[in-house]
T-cell receptor, first 114, second 112 residues
Framework: DAGVIQSPRHEVTEMGQEVTLRCKPI?????LFWYRQTMMRGLELLIY????????DSGMPEDRFSAKMPNASFSTLKIQPSEPRDSAVYFC????????????FGDGTRLSIL | EDQVTQSPEALRLQEGESSSLNCSYT??????LFWYRQDPGKGPEFLFT???AGEEKEKERLKATLTKKESFLHITAPKPEDSATYLC?????????????FGTGTRLKVLA
């Protein structure tokens, strides 16, 4: 079975540009999570969805960040305008809607803002 | 405040030299504790779920244990291919929340 698929794997862009990261969760999973990983802060949860509905976006750093899940098989995380401090690896994960289910991660998007 | 702390930050072992990684947690009610392995350039890969104190899980050279305050990941006779960052995460027993709190990981290097 295919795992969580993220694209692009690498993104390099200049400050001020719009960045869109994409995620396809594992088929049948009801929860989708977006994380950011840096050396200083480790893995931080940005936002998560249940059945395509955003449940908790308290980890989104500021209004420049937005996330959508238009259907069960696709989600986007958008940064506009991007800043150098947004440089990080962004992970998407998904899980079943049952108690104590492990989250399964994609291989991430390495984002560099120049 | 809920917190997860992993130690040591980094560990170098000779091949065959057994050791343990620690994950200490303070959460208001534990629903589950998870161990993940992360290789460079990859996402975290799920290893184990532990639900209650006293529980143990094993997979090849890895064994995870859980008490009321901490979890250990024991690595027996490690091989170079066990080199990775090991992350633990906790899920709080709070209705309606599926959030994890991650530790910052232990970077393990096993030398041949």
């Amino acid at each position: 079975d295919a795992g969580v698929i993220q694209s692009p794997r690498h993104e390099v862009t200049e400050m001020g540009q719009e960045v869109t990261l994409r995620c396809k969760p594992i088929s049948g999973h009801d929860y989708l999570f977006w994380y950011r990983q840096t050396m200083m802060r480790g893995l931080e949860l940005l936002i998560y969805f249940n059945n395509n509905v955003p449940i908790d976006d308290s980890g989104m750093p500021e209004d420049r960040f937005s996330a959508k899940m238009p259907n069960a098989s696709f989600s986007t995380l958008k940064i506009q305008p991007s800043e150098p401090r947004d440089s990080a690896v962004y992970f998407c994960a998904s899980s079943f809607d049952r108690e104590v289910q492990p989250q399964h991660f994609g291989d991430g998007t390495r984002l560099s803002i120049l | 405040e809920d917190q997860v702390t992993q130690s040591p930050e980094a560990l170098r072992l000779q091949e065959g030299e057994s050791s343990s990684l620690n994950c200490s947690y303070t959460v208001s009610g534990l629903r589950g504790l998870f161990w993940y392995r992360q290789d460079p350039g990859k996402g975290p890969e799920f290893l184990f779920t532990l639900y209650s104190a006293g529980e143990e899980k094993e997979k090849e050279r890895l064994k995870a244990t859980l008490t009321k305050k901490e979890s250990f990941l024991h690595i027996t006779a490690p091989k170079p291919e066990d080199s990775a960052t090991y992350l633990c995460a906790v899920q709080r027993a709070r209705s309606g929340t599926y959030k994890y709190i991650f530790g910052t990981g232990t970077r393990l290097k096993v030398l041949a």
